[in-house]
């Protein structure tokens, strides 16, 4: 029995160490295929908002994924999860006008913090977008202080001024983030990602996998039916510049796949496995871009950056960890443990 027991937890802990190193890769090498296709050919290509549009229709095949882990699983019927996750647009039915008053807004900022980050990223390196972009997590406590009426956590508080420090460290370095504009989008970026996060809980609450995964199906369903319209206006006003003989399509692909992969991972992750297993992923995000960075792309290490890095990395772990509870739990343990000592030994 022990041994079924040892065997379930080894694999069970390959398995989280697999989604950490996914989460982290993905989220990293998705940063930098759309930073190089940005930065191949600016003259021939450079359309980070059809590349947005691009990306996100990928999300439509979100909820077939999931349906297809339901009937492998054989957990519960098709019909009974799916009915379920129709709920998340507020009916166990489907409801067209349910589904696109639900979806819209947070297709708009779905949209926003993506073509910012991506415009972002023809101006900055990409390891200081996604340190910059982590910068959400504070974010996220702010806003929840705010719309949630969550209660203040002084650690949280200190994690936001971590954050403000790190970005503002960041921002003057020259190497990794010398464009203020650059710097400027991938805030707004983390802002709309914050706001879509906060949102969503006020609005819709806490979804399961099959919820969620639905969602981002419907996400990806609405951005290619109305989202079509704006790309194609910002092709035609040359906003968005597009030689289709020198389109990078393998690096667009790549950035696509590897973002759903993302998705994927932080979905299924959250619901199947910890959430606290996505956090330490995202977290390992940054330096693995950063490696990519100096090897592949020249960057070299600055002081600057480092601080930065390490500010915002402290600001990651202050949101996105239990420390308080950790430390209670700790001193607790250590009472205990006291109080055990102290009746044993006379």
Known sequence: MGRVDGSSLLARSLVSLLVVAGVAISWACATQFSKSALDLDPDKFYAPYSMVWFGTCFMIICYPVYLLYIVTSGKESLREAHEEALEVFGARTFNIFGFIVRVI?????????????????????????????????????????????????????????????????????????????????????????????????????????????????GLGLLNILLNIVPTVIMVWLKADRIDWNYVPWWTLAGSAALSLLFNFLVNFGIALLNPLLISIGMLCGIPVSAIIDIFFRDLDPTLKFILGAILILVSFVLCAFPIQEIFQKLRKNSKTSYNVTDSVVP
Do not use: R, T
């Open 105 to 217: 807004p947070f297709l708009i900022l779905w949209i926003g913090a993506n073509y910012c980050y991506s415009q972002g990223l023809g101006h900055i390196s990409a390891s200081a977008a996604s340190a910059i972009m982590s910068s959400n997590v504070a974010m996220v406590c702010v806003l929840s202080w705010v719309l949630l009426k969550d209660k203040v956590d002084p650690l949280k508080v200190i994690a936001v001024f971590a954050a403000i420090g790190g970005v503002i460290v960041i921002s003057l370095d020259d190497e990794y983030a010398g464009n203020l504009l650059g710097v400027l989008l991938v805030i707004a970026s983390a802002a709309f990602a914050a706001f879509y996060k906060v949102m969503f809980k006020k609005l819709i609450g806490d979804a399961n996998l099959g919820q969620v995964s639905i969602f981002m199906s």
